[in-house]
């Protein structure tokens, strides 16, 4: 069955400090990624997607990600993080237009000022 | 805000009641994903609509079922709600699954 799953549940890090949430799923096939945040008491709102082309994406607010086919990984990484990306960050997967999108069980960010 | 409306926004019901749930979707937007988030986890797909006809469905029994109106705002209804069944329900528009706008959500608790 097709999975993903994200490296850390709750990840807790110091305004200006370095971010990288891991994300891995199990389809072998082509696959479209996402992630998506939930900032608190806001909608799900999505941050950055991958269709094809160059492995490196660039999202909003300063977000980015790479995909890696070959360790079957989609990490998203932020050089310098602000007490305001506290937030709930989600890792999806989509098959085809015309199949379900899975997400993975999001992992928790806590910046501390 | 995302065009994305979901009512109501809580909702407590007790084991074996049914539920109905609510979702306008954004203007343009022919397509209705529904989803289930338990505490704690990521949303579980649990079915989409298309231009009022389901064409997807996740791992969920029968008792959950769907509609999707003319004005492409869709409906979830829970029959014989159980206690697992307490969640956030998200609903999310779009024209295909590339780019979904999430709604606020219903959350739900069943007792």
């Known amino acids: 069955a097709q999975s993903v799953s994200q490296h850390n549940h709750h990840v807790i890090l110091s305004e200006a400090a370095s971010l990288e949430l891991g994300c891995n799923y199990s389809?072998?096939?082509?696959?479209?990624l996402f992630w998506y945040v939930q900032y608190p008491g806001q909608h799900l709102q999505l941050l950055l997607k991958y269709f094809s082309g160059d492995p490196l994406v660039k999202g909003i607010k300063g977000f980015e990600a790479e995909f890696i086919k070959s360790k079957f990984s989609f990490n998203l990484r932020k050089p310098s993080v602000q007490w305001s990306d506290t937030a709930e960050y989600f890792c999806a997967v989509l098959k085809t237009s015309y199949d379900k999108v899975i997400f993975g069980p999001g992992t928790s960010l806590s910046v501390i000022p | 805000e995302t065009g994305v409306t979901q009512s109501p926004t809580h909702l407590i019901k007790t084991r074996g009641q049914q539920v109905t749930l609510r979702c306008s979707s954004q203007?343009?937007?022919?397509?209705v994903s529904w989803y289930q988030q338990a505490l704690g986890q990521g949303p579980q797909f649990i079915f989409q609509?298309?231009?009022?006809?389901?064409?997807g469905r996740g791992n969920f029994p029968p008792r959950f079922s769907g509609l999707q109106f003319p004005n492409y705002s869709s409906e979830l209804n829970v029959n014989a709600l159980e206690l697992d069944d307490s969640a956030l329900y998200l609903c999310?528009?779009?024209?295909?699954?590339?780019?979904?706008?999430f709604g606020p959500g219903t959350r739900l608790t069943v007792t």
């Open positions: 609509y298309y231009r009022e006809e389901e064409n």
């Open positions: 203007s343009g937007h022919n397509t």
């Open positions: 389809y072998g096939g082509t696959v479209n």
């Open positions: 999310a528009s779009s024209v295909d699954l590339y780019e979904q706008y």
